[in-house]
């Protein structure tokens, strides 16, 4: 008995020694135990132990989480090089975003190979056609612009939140192009609608995260432990998202008239039929409700954080907020919106919403990449499977590249004379590469349309003897979120 116990303790050992073997060629880096890979230091935050292990290993190392195999790049043209290489453009098979299409890869954002690039293709043609980055669409968004400067009028003199319509003329805009809806301010669907957005933002970020980094622990977790990781809330999440959407997909299917597709569900549902019988397509019910998904997901709380963060920022920094207004007032009739054809002029504006993006650095890790095969990187070999992250806000924050890399600093994006200077390197806000972000376009005419129009009408302030914190929201593990709390919104005279 005792023979066969140490020779099946040395068979084990010997097993996770096999397991655990550190593949040839990779990046410096901490490897770690076995199963569990290199454990973070306690009492210290992802931010500050990446910072460590690049003054350590360099812009490329390896970080062994748990059972993935994770290097990260940490400047801009390693993160260049990497996303523009063909053979690096997966998406890691993450719990945590497969849930999302019952672990199919599908929709836009989370999809593989032939599927990602039909998906890409199609989102990127329709959005343009439906009037992304173009005057088309302008109307539509003045419109939610009109309607958000009439609600900012109700909630001013006092300090309080930013107020809730802001979510909801995003979420206006994004249900205009997928499914020609809208809501006013007080309709209670658009509030449940945002409240479930949110809350699957905050159940995200919980302890799935494990589940991605021990891609075989889902299998044997018992439902004590999913729970406790917050899976069980995650799920639920995602299938009231999924719910909801398959219904409006189910309400345009009803009334769905091929000759005059109405947005880009009409123009999905129609494609997908044409495409009945082709052994190439990727379309399916599956896939479009995982593209509106991506959409929202991507699309409405991104627009809407930075929004925040912007008036948050104008609010700490006056002298900012007046320049900006004054150059609105010069280039602008008051009555008047500011559109697109003004945009070239308002120079201080789009300063100022690149400087944004740079500081807060809203999604610091970008959204992670995967090896489709063996892949030789910057002298390294980069076996299949191997997740990629790129460190977007180290790049943001590269002080050999920004003059004040840790303040708010528009002048970064302005020459001698006021103008705006050519995109700068080291500024990655919508990633880079193939995988960039394809709703670039809409969410900087959102952000210039919103932020021109509301600095037009009013005045932004900290509420007196309440600083606002422009630190990031502790609770929010994965994004850099504004805290909660008061602003005061003077209207201008």
Same mark, same amino acid.
């Given at each position: 008995m005792l023979t066969e116990a140490v020779l099946g303790v040395v068979l084990l050992v010997l097993l996770l020694t096999l397991v655990n073997r550190r593949p040839k060629g990779l990046p410096p880096g901490e490897w770690g135990w076995p199963v569990l890979g290199a454990l973070m230091p306690s009492g210290v935050t992802i931010e500050d132990h990446l910072k460590t292990l690049r003054r350590?290993?360099?812009?490329?190392?390896?970080?062994?989480?748990?059972?993935?195999?994770? %290097?990260?790049?940490? =400047?801009?043209?390693?993160?260049? /090089? @990497?996303?523009?290489?063909? !053979?690096?453009? +997966? $998406?890691?098979?993450?719990?945590?975003?497969?849930?999302?299409?019952?672990?199919?890869?599908?929709?836009?954002?989370?999809?593989?190979?032939?599927?990602?690039?039909?998906?890409?293709?199609?989102?990127?043609?329709?959005?343009?056609?439906?009037?992304?980055?173009?005057?088309?669409?302008?109307?539509?968004?003045?419109?939610?612009?009109?309607?958000?400067?009439?609600?900012?009028?109700?909630?001013?003199?006092?300090?309080?939140?930013?107020?809730?319509?802001?979510? %909801?003329?995003?979420? =206006?805009?994004?249900?205009?192009? /997928? @499914?020609?809806?809208?809501? !006013?301010?007080? +309709? $209670?669907?658009?509030?449940?609608?945002?409240?479930?957005?949110?809350?699957?933002?905050?159940?995200?970020?919980?302890?799935?995260?494990?589940?991605?980094?021990?891609?075989?622990?889902?299998?044997?977790?018992?439902?004590?432990?999913?729970?406790?990781?917050?899976?069980?809330?995650?799920?639920?999440?995602?299938?009231?998202?999924?719910?909801?959407?398959?219904?409006?997909?189910?309400?345009?299917?009803?009334?769905?008239?091929?000759?005059?597709?109405?947005?880009?569900?009409?123009?999905?549902?129609?494609?997908?039929?044409?495409?009945?019988?082709?052994?190439?397509?990727?379309?399916?019910?599956?896939?479009?409700?995982?593209?509106?998904?991506?959409?929202?997901?991507?699309?409405?709380?991104?627009?809407?954080?930075?929004?925040?963060?912007?008036?948050?920022?104008?609010?700490?920094?006056?002298?900012?907020?007046?320049?900006?207004?004054?150059?609105?007032?010069?280039?602008?009739?008051?009555?008047?919106?500011p559109s697109l054809e003004d945009k070239p002029k308002l120079t201080q504006l789009e300063a100022v919403i690149h400087e944004i993006s740079r500081l807060v650095s809203l999604v610091p890790l970008g959204l992670s990449h995967a090896a489709a095969a063996d892949t030789q990187l910057a002298g390294f070999t980069i076996p299949k499977g191997t997740v990629i992250i790129p460190n977007q806000e180290m790049c943001h924050k590269e002080p050999t590249y920004w003059e004040k890399p840790e303040e708010f600093y528009p002048e970064h994006f302005l020459d001698s004379e006021g103008k705006l200077k050519p995109r700068k390197k080291n500024y990655l806000p919508f990633s880079i590469g193939r995988r960039v972000c394809p709703g670039e376009a809409l969410s900087r005419m959102e952000l210039y349309l919103f932020l021109s129009a509301l600095l037009q009408n009013f005045t932004f302030s900290e509420p007196e003897g309440e600083p606002l914190d422009l630190k990031r929201n502790p609770n929010a593990l994965f994004f850099n979120l504004p805290k909660p709390q008061n602003i005061v919104i003077t209207k201008r005279a």
């Open positions: 350590k290993y360099g812009d490329i190392f390896t970080w062994r989480m748990g059972s993935r195999t994770v %290097v990260f790049l940490n =400047n801009f043209q390693l993160i260049k /090089t @990497a996303f523009s290489n063909p !053979d690096l453009q +997966d $998406r890691p098979d993450f719990y945590s975003l497969d849930v999302f299409t019952d672990k199919v890869k599908a929709g836009i954002s989370n999809a593989n190979g032939v599927h990602w690039h039909n998906s890409r293709r199609f989102a990127l043609r329709q959005l343009k056609e439906l009037g992304m980055g173009k005057s088309s669409l302008m109307d539509a968004i003045q419109y939610e612009v009109t309607c958000l400067v009439d609600d900012f009028m109700k909630h001013t003199g006092r300090p309080q939140p930013i107020p809730m319509s802001l979510n %909801v003329a995003i979420l =206006n805009v994004i249900w205009k192009i /997928t @499914a020609d809806i809208r809501y !006013d301010v007080d +309709d $209670r669907k658009v509030h449940e609608f945002n409240d479930l957005i949110t809350e699957l933002f905050e159940n995200f970020q919980r302890g799935s995260v494990i589940f991605d980094m021990y891609p075989w622990l889902p299998s044997i977790s018992p439902p004590f432990l999913t729970k406790y990781l917050g899976v069980d809330a995650l799920l639920e999440s995602v299938e009231k998202l999924r719910v909801y959407i398959l219904q409006v997909m189910g309400e345009h299917e009803a009334s769905l008239n091929p000759d005059k597709p109405r947005d880009y569900i009409d123009i999905y549902l129609i494609e997908m039929k044409a495409q009945q019988g082709n052994p190439e397509s990727t379309m399916s019910k599956l896939d479009l409700c995982a593209q509106v998904a991506d959409l929202f997901t991507a699309g409405s709380e991104t627009t809407n954080q930075t929004m925040r963060w912007g008036l948050l920022f104008l609010a700490k920094y006056p002298d900012v907020q007046a320049r900006v207004q004054q150059q609105i007032d010069d280039v602008v009739p008051r009555g008047t919106l």
